[in-house]
């Protein structure tokens, strides 16, 4: 089994910081084409989310499930079927410093590979026939780790030659080609 992994904020939302009412929560152009697409080609949808808003009190996790139901909902409504959100409510540790190498102590927390892994083991996915799509090199700096080898990364203005990006793309229809 293969299986598209998402980023959730900067990749199928708008990333306006601390997302948790639907209010606030506006789709990218592109992702329910993109998802359409990936299941067409018989992927597994998967949401792998870092969500510190509840780690560091912004937000309730019953606020948050309010809205994953509502996700949920609205992409079943476009024909979209998400197998599962996997998410970290970690907040960053003190000491972390990616670029220095200090990665976070939570397994879970991007870009420690954790619920990927979960993911691979609760559904059977093969990682080598899987990709993932993310805005921020942790995204990808999971998949890496997590043996997936297409990590696409999704940003309109930076590019990266960052080891973990296998591929950059502007938009998300540009993803299309990689399934």
Same mark, same amino acid.
């Given at each position: 089994?293969?299986?598209?992994?998402?980023?959730?904020?900067?990749?199928?939302?708008?990333?306006?910081?601390?997302?948790?009412?639907?209010?606030?929560?506006?789709?990218?152009?592109?992702?329910?084409?993109?998802?359409?697409?990936?299941?067409?080609?018989?992927?597994?949808?998967? =949401?792998?989310?870092?969500?510190?808003?509840?780690?560091?009190?912004?937000?309730?996790?019953?606020?948050?499930?309010?809205?994953?139901?509502?996700?949920?909902?609205?992409?079943?409504?476009?024909?979209?079927?998400?197998?599962? =959100?996997?998410?970290?409510?970690?907040?960053?540790?003190?000491?972390?410093?990616?670029?220095?190498?200090?990665?976070?102590?939570?397994?879970?927390?991007?870009?420690?590979?954790?619920?990927?892994?979960?993911?691979?083991?609760?559904?059977?996915?093969?990682?080598?026939?899987?990709?993932?799509?993310?805005?921020?090199?942790?995204?990808?700096?999971?998949?890496?780790?997590?043996?997936?080898?297409?990590?696409?990364?999704?940003?309109?203005?930076?590019?990266?030659?960052?080891?973990?990006?296998?591929?950059?793309?502007?938009?998300?229809?540009?993803?299309?080609?990689?399934?």
């Amino acid at each position: 089994m293969k299986a598209l992994f998402l980023d959730r904020d900067g990749v199928i939302n708008k990333d306006h910081d601390y997302i948790f009412e639907i209010k606030n929560f506006e789709f990218l152009p592109g992702i329910f084409d993109l998802c359409k697409a990936a299941q067409k080609h018989d992927y597994k949808l998967f =949401i792998i989310t870092n969500q510190s808003g509840i780690g560091r009190g912004y937000f309730s996790e019953s606020q948050y499930n309010t809205l994953c139901d509502w996700l949920i909902n609205k992409l079943k409504t476009n024909n979209i079927k998400i197998t599962k =959100i996997y998410s970290c409510f970690s907040k960053p540790d003190p000491d972390e410093n990616i670029e220095n190498g200090i990665l976070p102590t939570d397994p879970n927390r991007k870009p420690n590979p954790g619920m990927l892994f979960q993911a691979i083991d609760d559904f059977k996915i093969d990682p080598t026939q899987s990709l993932m799509i993310g805005d921020k090199i942790t995204d990808l700096m999971a998949a890496a780790t997590a043996n997936i080898p297409i990590r696409l990364l999704f940003s309109e203005e930076t590019s990266s030659t960052h080891p973990a990006v296998s591929h950059q793309i502007k938009s998300l229809n540009e993803a299309i080609e990689f399934l």
